[in-house]
Antibody, heavy 118, light 108 residues
């Protein structure tokens, strides 16, 4: 059973960089065949896809966030990470990592709330 | 960007009754449509992919139908654990993914 777990600071100051890591267990990122995505959900709102990474390091980002997003992978640790720069209060959200089966998201982490505030 | 619109925003249903949720795409997404269930404080859970294929472990009372721009999620007989928010999501434009705004299924 694949499990994903997000980790990182719950509070980030405006203009700084949000950094989160997703640790995958029960399966290897480097085995290929799957993509690894980040999704966020603003408080009380719907879901917004942020981007994905493949084990090879290839990435694709939501055009609306592309200028501020970097997703990276560390196959030795079976982890992938999200960096979102120049954050504002509008980036306050629950951030999820998930496994992407070329379109649908079959395993999700529990999510982590990141609040942007001074 | 493909816009996904769900209706109604809230659906009030009695336990044991049938629930029908709708999802419309702004342009054809073929059968590249997934449905998720989300309960308070939890991550979304995949219910349906390919518009009509149930994910592993999903009860048969959940069924999906449709193609192109019109889709339906039907819960044949609502159980107490089914009261939640449901989202549709298109992946015809993968890797770009877009979600609908959600339908909240509440107890009548």
């Amino acid at each position: 059973q694949v499990q994903l777990q997000e980790s990182g600071p719950g509070l980030v100051k405006p203009s700084q960089t949000l950094s989160l890591t997703c640790t995958v267990s029960g399966g290897s990122i480097s085995s290929g065949g799957y993509y690894w995505s980040w999704i966020r959900q603003h408080p009380g709102k719907g879901l917004e896809w942020i981007g994905y990474i493949y084990y090879s390091g290839s990435t694709y980002y939501n055009p609306s966030l592309k200028s501020r997003v970097t997703i990276s992978v560390d196959t030795s640790k079976n982890q992938f990470s999200l960096k979102l720069s120049s954050v504002t209060a509008a980036d306050t959200a629950v951030y999820y990592c998930a496994r992407d089966q070329e379109g649908y998201l079959d395993y999700w982490g529990q999510g982590t709330l990141v609040t942007v505030s001074s | 960007e493909i816009v996904m619109t769900q209706s109604p925003a809230t659906l009030s249903v009695s336990p044991g009754e049938r629930a029908t949720l709708s999802c419309r795409a702004s342009q054809s997404v073929s059968s590249n449509l997934a449905w998720y269930q989300q309960k308070p404080g939890q991550a979304p859970r995949l219910l349906i992919y390919g518009a009509s294929t149930r994910a592993t472990g999903i009860p048969a009372r959940f069924s999906g139908s449709g193609s192109g721009t019109e889709f339906t999620l039907t819960i044949s007989s609502l159980q107490s654990e089914d009261f939640a928010v449901y989202y549709c999501q298109q992946y015809n434009n993968w890797p770009s993914l877009t979600f609908g705004g959600g339908t909240k299924v509440e107890i009548k």
